[in-house]
């Protein structure tokens, strides 16, 4: 039992590294409310929105420049429960499945990253929808340009801008020579393989579950949260985080049908994604050429 054990934390551990390696949107936005996820406090939990307090000139008294706390928060909710179950049969085990982890494993963990990556693009795209910038695909430049301005005038730090983009706005950047190379050596390969480059201040990503569009962030105007789901008691397996504990979570486990002499294997996560500060992030529509 204990070499069980061993062996059902060794493939959850993978998967959830596997996960990690295969989210993009998911590395971009806001994830530290994820420890706020405990048993007893429910599914929901009131995340604060990062701000600066604005300093005054002190003129002799504290009171007449003191200003109220009053955080503003929002609330993240674990409402997604994906899941990847995969039938497997005497056959496929004994015959067919050489390496767990790339025939089977890597599949399952790649179905469940899909569904959070969707997840967190759907609380994105109202923000495209909405946006009254408009991307040319002749000239994309202008309205990213427009973006970075406007969050300049709302005081958004410029350090860690990243624009995420929809596929036909990747083609029309990649047709621009102004685009310039970002160098993602180290970076991890779900990261490296959507970065598209950098432009006018922003580290450019391509996500395919954008649609028709862009969005001009930073990792504040979004917040997701990621947790491993408890395992159940009567099968083997196990809930566990990325080997580096960045919060990347999924619980892996298996159970046997004696009737069917069939093995489930079985990759989940819950998942939640919602708006965190929408003046940190800018919608940019695309309209295709005539």
Do not use: C
Request: hydrophobic fraction near 45%; charged fraction near 20%.
């Amino acid at each position: 039992m204990a070499n069980i054990f061993a062996v059902s934390n060794a493939v959850a551990r993978n998967a959830a590294s596997l996960l990690k390696a295969e989210l993009v949107l998911g590395r971009l936005v806001f994830r530290d409310a994820e420890s706020d996820f405990i048993g007893g406090r429910g599914d929901t939990v009131r995340v604060r929105i990062p701000r600066i307090l604005q300093a005054s000139k002190f003129t002799g008294s504290t009171s007449a420049i003191s200003t109220p706390l009053n955080e503003q928060t929002v609330s993240v909710t674990l409402n997604t429960h994906a899941m990847q179950p995969l039938e497997l049969t005497a056959k496929d085990m004994t015959l067919e499945v050489e390496n767990f982890s790339a025939q089977v494993l890597m599949p399952q963990v790649a179905g469940v990253a899909e569904m959070i990556e969707e997840e967190i693009a759907t609380v994105m795209q109202p923000v495209i929808t909405a946006g009254t910038l408009t991307i040319d695909p002749a000239n994309p430049r202008d309205a990213i340009t427009e973006a970075g301005e406007i969050l300049d005038t709302r005081k958004v730090g410029a350090k860690s801008r990243v624009l995420v983009v929809s596929p036909n706005v990747k083609r029309a950047l990649l047709m621009d020579p102004n685009l310039s190379a970002v160098d993602s050596a180290g970076s991890p390969s779900a990261l490296r393989d959507a970065i598209v480059g950098r432009l006018h201040g922003f580290d450019v990503y391509m996500s395919p579950f954008i649609t028709d569009g862009a969005v001009a962030m930073t990792r504040e105007a979004f917040a997701a949260a990621i947790k491993a789901p408890a395992k159940p008691e009567s099968v083997s397996g196990a809930s566990a985080t990325d080997d580096d504990n960045q919060g990347y979570a999924m619980t892996w486990f298996v159970s046997f049908n004696g009737e069917t002499r069939t093995e489930m294997s079985v990759v989940e996560a819950f998942v939640g994604a919602t708006v965190l500060d929408a003046q940190r992030a800018v919608g940019l529509k695309f309209v295709p050429a005539a």
